[in-house]
């Protein structure tokens, strides 16, 4: 069975500081995609990694795709309450042809 | 272009109803994938159905069942219900790739 798990679960942090999210499974995957969800909505695609080692960045947020294609981080860099949500990874190209989530990490940034 | 769509946002039902969920899905996307998100057990895999046929399926009790439409609407049933139905059912719909680009989601509360 294919798994992703996410850590830490919970972070509630103050505004201002960085954090950093991992998502690792002993599984290889095509693509790892990332999402955000707010309370109330469906989760948005935050960006999609498909290569060993990749490294993308969307404005205060970069994204790290581990270089054997098992693992991922997320970090952010001085959080703002805006940035509020449950994270979620997801690893796609799996043997068994579904998008597998992981637990999802909900973040707290308190003004 | 216009998001994903589901209707009802919100629904309650009783133990022993049924109950059925639509999904627009983005234009031009003939995947549609439907989850089920618990505070518990996280975002589940339902079934994915592209082109009217379903492609994959989760594992759920045969309770849940879903159709797609000629043109790419989706809607999925949920018969018997029980307590433990009540979740977010969240619709996504996808291009030619993994990834999902979410409806806001129908909130079931089963009473």
């Known amino acids: 069975t294919q798994l992703l798990e996410q850590s830490p679960q919970f972070l509630s942090i103050q505004e201002g500081e960085n954090l950093t999210v991992y998502c690792n499974s002993s599984s290889v995957f095509s693509s790892l995609q990332w999402y955000r969800q707010e309370p109330g909505e469906g989760p948005v695609l935050l960006v999609t990694?498909?290569?060993?080692?990749e490294v993308k960045k969307l404005k205060r947020l970069t994204f790290q795709f581990g270089d054997a294609r098992k693992d991922s981080s997320l970090h952010i860099t001085a959080a703002q309450p805006g940035d509020t949500g449950l994270y979620l990874c997801a690893g796609a190209g799996g043997n068994t042809g579904k998008l597998i989530f992981g637990q999802g990490t909900t973040l707290q940034v308190k003004p | 272009k216009a998001g994903v769509t589901q209707t009802p946002r919100y629904l309650i039902k009783t133990r022993g109803q049924q109950v059925t969920l639509s999904c627009s899905p983005i234009?031009?996307?003939?995947?549609v994938s439907w989850y089920q998100q618990t505070p518990g057990q996280g975002l589940q895999f339902l079934f994915e159905y592209f082109s009217e046929t379903q492609r994959n399926k989760g594992n759920f009790p045969g309770r849940f069942s879903g159709r797609q439409f000629s043109n790419s609407r989706s809607e999925m049933n949920v018969s018997t219900l029980e307590l433990g139905d009540s979740a977010l059912y969240l619709c996504?719909?996808?291009?030619?790739?993994?990834?999902?680009?979410f409806g806001p989601g129908t909130r079931l509360t089963v009473t």
């Open positions: 990694v498909v290569t060993g080692g």
């Open positions: 234009s031009g996307h003939r995947s």
């Open positions: 996504a719909s996808s291009p030619p790739s993994y990834e999902q680009y």
